[in-house]
């Protein structure tokens, strides 16, 4: 079993920048994609940003050109560098991990949620 353990957030003014991270520990066999998710009160969860095997990175159109997706493969580590916030950036953010175990089975893990608010 998978245990994603996130990282960061906070309260933020309107311009300002943050960093999650999230770390994943356990039989982890390959991470095929890591991303973050987000959920606005009252809103469905949406897609931030993902990051594959190889790198390959996909971002929400809301959080283009402002949002950075990293990793680390060595430490399971995703992160998310958040710059020019808005105040409807505001949300709770979670991790997501899609892996495969030492058994070569598939599954996705979720993070515990971490939030961000940004106002001034």
């Known amino acids: 079993q998978v245990h994603l353990v996130q990282s960061g957030g906070g309260l933020v003014q309107p311009g300002g920048s943050l960093r999650l991270s999230c770390a994943a520990s356990?039989?982890?066999?390959?991470?095929?994609?890591m991303g973050w998710y987000r959920q606005a009160p009252g809103k469905e969860r949406e897609l931030v940003a993902t990051?594959?095997?190889?790198?390959?990175?996909n971002y929400g159109d809301s959080v283009k050109g402002r949002f950075t997706i990293s990793k680390n493969n060595a430490k399971n580590t995703v992160y998310l560098q958040m710059n020019s916030l808005k105040p409807e950036d505001t949300a709770v953010y979670y991790c997501?991990?899609?892996?495969?175990?030492?058994?070569?089975?598939?599954?996705?893990?979720w993070g515990q949620g971490t939030q961000v608010t940004v106002s001034s």
């Open positions: 997501n991990v899609d892996y495969v175990d030492s058994r070569r089975y598939s599954y996705t893990a």
């Open positions: 356990g039989t982890i066999f390959s991470i095929d994609v």
């Open positions: 990051i594959t095997s190889s790198s390959n990175t």
